[in-house]
């Protein structure tokens, strides 16, 4: 594709998500990583290493968006410094991917979904279960009407992932960093809103905040939903593992998925037919986002299938209530700051685990 009609674009943090952007994008022939932007020096000279040549290294974001040609701008820094740039998002009129939550203080999210919709800017947040294809085929299984009605709606992700303490301080605990994804994902499923809820956490290794939290409840339309999620699934054993489900309930029939971060397995139980799908976990799901946001940019219009700010922000301030009300229902402490120092000292300096951060040196 010549390099004029390419759509330029800027990404605005270059940790671990923004280094999965540009090698997402640099197979994409449509884009043109014109500006990798970093406050850290050690994340810049990363970014140069892997990025064209052509890509400038900028710390200074307002170079990126006084640029006319850049149409698309990557928000992949921590959640504080999102308000800033969705601001001047919209003061130069730059489309937007961004990273959740869309702001750090839910009353900031509201403020920026009220502004966004008033603005021509489009913007599509990263929340990769809802293009995820096991999530997909399940909703395809639920509308042809092969478990009957819809009843229960039960998500579980539990890993031996990030460690409090270790990063992603700007997001909350990690029933907000990383529940609000199972939040959407149970919300996008029912096809309602949160009626009732009721949440139990545990404040695992004496750490101030609940790392695993479990919470049950209803939907407006009757539908009853559990969500399990936490990273205190054994980061000491000798060899990790993780649980990780979906467990779809109908009048009449079933459908699950299961998997290994590497592999999907769905399980279709239908009143006329059994499926059992193996495909590609596919991770974050970045080509497809990146994709249908090319092409949403191309056509003026954004994809209807593409996440939307409306369902983050609802996600996010419902992670929070889920929180909230965790903490009025006891939260007991089990383990000490001791053994979360070996866990840190273990997923840094031996680099085991899931979901390591960037190293800093
Ligand atoms: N959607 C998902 O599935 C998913 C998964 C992981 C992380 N995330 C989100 O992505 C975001 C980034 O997470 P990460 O794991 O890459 O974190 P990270 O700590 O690895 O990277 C953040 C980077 O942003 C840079 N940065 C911070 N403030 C900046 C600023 N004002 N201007 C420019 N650069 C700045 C930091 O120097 C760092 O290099 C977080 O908000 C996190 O919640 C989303």
């Known amino acids: 594709m010549p390099l004029c009609n390419k759509i330029k674009a800027g990404i605005i943090g270059f940790g671990r998500m923004g280094e999965m952007y540009l090698k997402q994008m640099m197979l994409d022939e449509r884009w043109d990583i014109a500006y990798i932007c970093d406050?850290?020096?050690?994340?810049?000279?990363?970014?140069?290493?892997?990025a064209p040549d052509t890509t400038r290294l900028v710390s200074d974001n307002q170079i990126l968006f006084e640029d006319p040609d850049i149409r698309v701008v990557v928000l992949a820094t921590l959640a504080d410094s999102r308000k800033e740039h969705l601001l001047k998002a919209i003061r130069y009129a730059k489309h937007i991917i961004t990273e959740k939550p869309v702001a750090s203080a839910i009353e900031d999210e509201w403020d920026l979904l009220h502004r966004l919709e008033k603005s021509p800017v489009m913007v599509t947040v990263n929340l990769p279960l809802r293009n995820a294809w096991y999530h997909n085929t399940i909703k395809e299984f639920i509308r042809s009407g092969e478990i009957g009605d819809l009843a229960?709606?039960?998500?579980?992700?539990?890993?031996?992932?990030?460690a409090p303490g270790e990063g992603h301080w700007a997001e909350g605990p990690l029933f907000h960093d990383c529940g609000m994804h199972y939040v959407d994902i149970a919300r996008w499923y029912a096809e309602s809103e949160f009626k009732t809820w009721h949440a139990q956490g545990i404040r695992m290794w004496n750490?101030?905040?609940p790392w695993w939290l479990?919470?049950?409840?209803?939907?407006?339309?009757?539908?009853?939903?559990?969500i399990t999620q936490g990273h205190v699934y054994g980061q000491l054993a000798k060899d990790l593992t993780h649980n990780g489900y979906t467990d779809i309930i109908?009048?009449?029939?079933?459908?699950?998925?299961?998997?290994?971060?590497?592999?999907?397995?769905?399980?279709?139980?239908?009143?006329?037919?059994?499926?059992r799908i193996e495909e590609p976990f596919g991770d974050k799901n970045l080509d497809i986002?990146?994709?249908?946001?090319?092409?949403s940019v191309e056509?003026?219009?954004m994809d209807p299938s593409l996440p939307k700010v409306k369902d983050a922000v609802i996600a996010s301030e419902y992670a929070w209530k889920f929180l909230e009300n965790a903490i009025k229902n006891d939260l007991p402490s089990r383990g000490t700051l001791k053994t979360l120092q070996a866990i840190r000292e273990r997923r840094n300096t031996q680099r085991i685990g899931y979901g390591l951060l960037r190293k800093k040196k």
Request: charged letters at 15%; glycine letters at 10%; one cysteine or more.
């Open 299 to 301: 056509k003026g219009v």
């Open 207 to 209: 750490y101030v905040d």
């Open 289 to 295: 986002l990146c994709r249908l946001f090319a092409q």
């Open 250 to 275: 109908g009048t009449k029939g079933i459908a699950r998925m299961t998997h290994d971060f590497v592999t999907a397995t769905v399980e279709l139980h239908g009143v006329t037919q059994t499926r």
């Open 152 to 162: 229960i709606v039960r998500v579980c992700h539990m890993t031996p992932g990030l």
């Open 214 to 226: 479990q919470c049950h409840g209803t939907f407006e339309n009757g539908i009853v939903f559990d």
């Open 39 to 50: 406050i850290d020096s050690e994340a810049l000279s990363i970014a140069g290493q892997l």
